[in-house]
């Protein structure tokens, strides 16, 4: 069937140069995946915050974020409809995705 995505699509309200922020989002994958990631991330003194598809988040906070998101690290097993994705996509936020 034909699913009819209806996405706020956040245009950057936030010049490039000013975005600060990294994301990593994480979705159904082992803990020692996101713990490799989190090391380098930490090891780098890079400040980010975690989104997990398991344990619920504000879509508006998560949406503000995207906003001032510099970049962000998505860590998953599939993305079945990939609503977040696609808002980080519509906000010009580039990501690096680690699939299986």
Known sequence: G???LNLQGCKPRIPACE???VFLYKKSR???DYNVITQFLQKRNIDFKV????QKYSENEYLE????AKYG??????????FALQEALSC?????????
């Open 51 to 54: 989104f997990s598809y398991n």
């Open 19 to 21: 975005k600060n922020r």
């Open 65 to 68: 974020y995207l906003q001032h």
């Open 92 to 100: 010009d936020v580039p990501l690096f995705v680690w699939n299986v």
């Open 2 to 4: 034909l699913t009819i």
């Open 30 to 32: 082992s803990h020692n």
């Open 73 to 82: 690290i998505w860590v998953g097993i599939h993305e079945s409809k990939g």
